[in-house]
């Protein structure tokens, strides 16, 4: 039944031939009772000459009749066969019927290819004397090559018009173009078109100045914004619930909360009832800057002011919870959102999903895609990477494997994410062979390896001083053209100096460069501590000018470990000038340095337990954070009775300290 309802070809060219028959037998059947009550001489002279003197045009009303659709003629290509017949027959046309017309093929055919026959028509329409061209047909054709993307072909037709003057292009021309320049953020764009209606004598109207603001709001700027807001008050327009919708979303765009919810308090002060789309955009606002709370609590006051919030609401509030790692109430949203007779989506369980993976409730995680699954709704790629990436993010190879085989079993496939979260994981459990094994399986399943992929697993080879095999997929890395970076570097001289092969770790550092890539900090640190730590203090030092000498700015971790070094062997001169180096270049020595300079002394021959109260006092008076390692260093060289002395004096809360210590998972002693 369904195949035989279906118009083939042949019967649509049939359906248009008789559409175009009836326009032409409708015509003539016009001309006919025009010649029974206008005269035949009247109505040969406008067959024959295309016009008629005014004396014969005069006498009856209905010969200047605008001519309307004949009925049934509903197809755009007829109506237009059936305006050009009226043309050529010099019979006038109604504005309404023209812009019907337009209307019909804009709607049926808004193609490249046709939009350039539309405005053809356009011009001949302007040019048939008979048919007076209105407004709103120029409009439509703008405004189809605005829709189009063709803006180019959309000023050209305005700026023509606007120079022919007939008709004049109106405020709906103008604000089609700076719509469009709205809508990809181009303020510029939006101003230039805005100033070119105003200096055409066409008076702005409220959609102008909204569009205008919109601009601006997508561009994020709150000044011009501002600016346009106050110069449509100025010219009298009182602003609408869209212009200052648009207001609010450049405040929020801005990360501007508290302006944001000042131009809604405004926009009710004013009588304007906020609606969903304002409401949206403050819970937006608050949800960039990490505000839970306020977003939730505008939430709950859009629901109290009668505004019901919809999915999007929802969800917004939902993710920044989960982003606060905060699983109870991203659940409590989810459910107070059912509550509510509102069906949650795939992106409200992903958040809620989410949420409870970054908080390593995995037994929430699997109820909550139980849930899903019983909802009509098929757990997607992100859900299982945001559970796969917490698993990894907490050293649970186990856990990261079996949600990465629960996703391949599902049917959904996993990508690059998936895979290189399983490798991370891998990795930090120091399991080279599981991390190369799954990169294999990546490979195997046509899945690209990335940067960060390949970066993973030489990471997991340093961690176990595997350098061939760091090496090995450095190499593969290069073979497959992914372009590695001075982490991928640092990862495989991370694994020589696991070795103790210095020379090897040396050798990539010098070839970084010559493959593209500028070594950086960190590279010059894991040169630096490991000469440090095998005792070759002198060439770490030449090694740190060797670096500022590249232009790069070492940090702490560049003196921390030459200075560890030299505590350790009780040299306090070098450790004291390794420290005034730091000082000297305003880096922030932390808690590890004052350990360090108070072993110094006690490592001395003879100890310096004077010496060490003395540069702890400083230390202290400097602002350097001093934690229970340091206090331990401090009881060591000093004696405990002279240890809770001092920090009594100094005021430092030594129970506190041992506690936050205690608190620590597997701290040691010192």
């Not at 391949?408 to 490798?423: E, F």
């Not at 001169?573 to 340095?593: G, T, Y």
């Not at 340091?630 to 002279?642: N, Y």
Request: glycine share 6%; aromatic share 6%; net charge neutral.
């Amino acid at each position: 039944m369904q195949e035989a309802s279906k118009l083939t070809p042949q019967r649509k060219d049939l359906i248009q031939w008789l559409q175009y028959a009836f326009a032409i037998v409708a015509s003539w059947l016009h001309i006919l009772m025009e010649t029974l009550l206008a005269g035949p001489v009247v109505c040969f002279r406008k067959i024959a000459c295309g016009s008629v003197p005014k004396s014969l045009n005069v006498p009856l009303k209905r010969a200047a009749a605008e001519a309307t659709f004949p009925p049934g003629l509903v197809n755009a290509d007829a109506q237009e066969a059936w305006l050009r017949q009226m043309m050529a027959a010099q019979k006038p046309v109604g504005t309404q019927t023209i812009q019907a017309v337009f209307t019909s093929l804009v709607k049926e055919n808004a193609t490249e290819e046709a939009l350039p026959k539309l405005e053809m028509l356009l011009w001949d329409v302007a040019s048939s004397g008979s048919t007076p061209l209105s407004t709103h047909a120029c409009h439509t054709v703008i405004d189809a090559y605005a829709k189009a993307g063709k803006m180019d072909k959309a000023e050209d037709l305005l700026i023509q018009l606007d120079k022919i003057g007939a008709p004049t292009p109106d405020a709906a021309c103008y604000n089609t173009l700076i719509d469009s320049c709205a809508k990809i953020g181009d303020v510029m764009g939006a101003e230039r078109w805005m100033e070119r209606l105003t200096s055409s004598c066409v008076e702005p109207n409220v959609v102008s100045f909204s569009s205008v603001i919109d601009a601006c709001a997508k561009a994020g700027d709150i000044v011009k914004a501002e600016k346009w807001m106050s110069k449509m008050t100025t010219s009298g327009i009182e602003a609408n619930v869209i212009s200052y919708t648009a207001m609010i979303a450049a405040c929020a765009k801005a990360g501007e909360v508290k302006m944001a919810e000042n131009w809604l308090q405004k926009m009710q002060g004013h009588g304007v009832k906020p609606d969903l789309v304002c409401f949206n955009n403050i819970i937006d606002a608050c949800a960039k800057a990490g505000d839970v709370r306020s977003a939730e609590a505008w939430l709950k006051k859009m629901m109290q002011l009668g505004v019901e919030a919809d999915t999007i609401s929802y969800n917004t509030v939902i993710a920044t919870c989960a982003r606060k790692r905060d699983c109870m109430r991203a659940e409590y949203w989810l459910a107070v959102m059912q509550d509510r007779n509102m069906c949650p989506n795939i992106v409200s369980y992903s958040a809620v999903i989410n949420a409870c993976a970054k908080s390593n409730e995995l037994d929430r995680v699997e109820y909550w895609m139980a849930e899903m699954e019983k909802n009509g709704l098929k757990a997607n790629t992100i859900c299982y990477n945001s559970v796969i990436n917490a698993c990894a993010k907490a050293g649970n190879m186990e856990s990261a494997e079996a949600w990465l085989n629960k996703m391949l079993k599902a049917g959904v496939k996993g990508d690059v994410i998936s895979y290189t979260a399983v490798i991370d994981a891998c990795a930090k459990a120091g399991n080279t062979f599981r991390a190369e094994a799954w990169l294999c399986k990546m490979l195997n399943n046509g899945i690209e390896a990335n940067v960060v992929t390949y970066g993973a697993l030489i990471h997991a080879c340093a961690r176990v001083g595997d350098v061939v095999r760091a090496e090995h997929w450095l190499e593969k890395m290069h073979a497959c053209n992914v372009q590695a970076n001075a982490v991928t570097y640092n990862a495989v001289m991370s694994a020589c100096t696991k070795k103790g092969d210095l020379e090897r770790a040396q050798k990539w550092l010098e070839v970084m460069p010559s493959a593209g890539i500028c070594p950086d900090v960190v590279s010059y640190n894991t040169i630096i501590t490991a000469l440090a730590k095998s005792g070759n203090l002198d060439e770490a030092e030449e090694w740190l000018h060797r670096m500022e000498k590249a232009g790069i700015t070492p940090n702490v971790v560049s003196f921390l470990c030459m200075i560890q070094s030299h505590s350790c062997q009780g040299r306090v001169r070098d450790v004291e000038r390794l420290f005034s180096m730091v000082l000297q270049r305003r880096l922030r020595p932390d808690a590890r340095f004052v350990s360090a300079i108070l072993l110094a002394h006690g490592n001395c021959k003879p100890r310096q337990p004077a010496q060490a109260i003395r540069a702890f006092q400083q230390l202290v008076a400097k602002g350097i954070p001093v934690d229970h390692v340091a206090l331990q260093a401090l009881s060591w060289t000093v004696g405990k009775k002279m240890s809770m002395q001092l920090c009594s004096e100094l005021g430092i809360d030594t129970e506190g300290l041992a506690m936050e210590r205690a608190s620590k998972p597997g701290h040691k002693k010192f």
